[in-house]
């Protein structure tokens, strides 16, 4: 027998979520009524979908409470296809829109709340304009693995990084060969990751550092969601893979130009932030 689950629509960047309500953990959602949730023909239409949740009330949440007593709320966080997945660094920035709006939760710019994930604890700061989350540490790994695309003529080696979820990141020569990528299919990764990647391509800017800040463009295709107009975890990949490619003297400072708008993304010791607006658009009933 069906219900009906009172939603929100936001997104960060042009990525964007499905939001709805559970603090005590009462209404978890199965795989396929997720994925229908984020149909955009057949649902409400979403890249993901979010459940915000006491982290008391769900098992995941224990592991988040025993990293950070104060990670009351968890971001459970689900792909278009109804699969768990570790982090979203544009979905956790809406979420902290959404708890705000839902009263959930006071927050005065400038202060920090610790939100539980599945890829571990993250700090998430309110700035004025939009929010910046403390990724924590990342990992690039030393050598490469090669990425075939749709359309990208001749394979490309891509670099491995790790930032609460995995990304293989391909440079490619210039935008003409950025346009023309078809994302619609999944890229092939070889060696393929035991958990799949989301798969950046990346373009740097000419010149790449202006006042001490670079700047790359890039497009994604996100595991179990496929193309989407921003990838918040991605862009923190992006920057820190070309930011590893420029070598010594790079900047820890970028932006990220996504098809859905522009990103910031800092490195401070072995920690990365990324920072971007977080907008909710309208809230509605459906049932589920």
């Known amino acids: 027998m069906s219900s009906v689950l009172h939603f929100t629509k936001g997104h960060g960047t042009g990525n964007d979520f499905v939001l709805y309500s559970d603090p005590e953990g009462k209404r978890p959602l199965k795989a396929d009524k997720l994925a229908h949730l984020a149909d955009r023909h057949f649902g409400v239409g979403g890249d993901g979908v979010i ?5 008391a009330n769900l098992p995941e949440g224990a592991d ?3 990293e950070d007593a104060d990670a009351t709320w968890f971001m459970d966080y689900h792909n278009a296809d109804g699969s768990p997945a ?3 660094g544009n979905g956790i920035r809406v979420f902290g829109e959404y708890l705000i709006d839902q009263k959930l939760l006071t927050l005065a710019v400038g202060d920090t709340v610790a939100i539980g994930t599945r890829g571990g604890v993250r700090e998430l700061t309110r700035l004025v304009d939009g929010w910046e989350v403390d990724l924590g540490p990342f990992l690039v790994a030393p050598g490469a693995v090669m990425v075939s695309a749709s359309r990208l003529h001749v394979d490309r080696p891509g670099l491995a990084v790790g930032v609460g979820n995995p990304h293989v990141v391909v440079a490619l020569a210039d935008d003409d ?3 023309a990528l078809d994302l619609s299919n999944a890229p092939v990764v070889s060696p393929a990751p035991p958990d799949g990647a989301n798969v950046e391509f990346v373009v740097p800017a000419d010149p790449l550092v202006v006042d001490g800040v670079g700047a790359i463009r890039m497009r994604v295709h996100e595991r179990s969601s496929g193309e989407t107009l921003s990838c918040g975890t991605g862009a923190a990949a992006a920057a820190l893979a070309t930011r590893s490619w420029a070598g010594e003297g790079a900047p820890d400072r970028w932006e990220v130009q996504v098809p859905g708008g522009v990103v910031g993304v800092r490195v401070a ?3 990365v932030y990324l920072s971007g607006p977080a907008e909710l658009v309208y809230s509605g ?3 589920s």
Do not use: F, P, Q
């Open 51 to 55: 459940r915000a949740v006491k982290s």
């Open 285 to 287: 009933d459906v049932r």
């Open 177 to 179: 060969e950025l346009d």
């Open 86 to 88: 570790e982090m979203c």
């Open 269 to 271: 010791d072995d920690r």
């Open 64 to 66: 988040a409470l025993s």
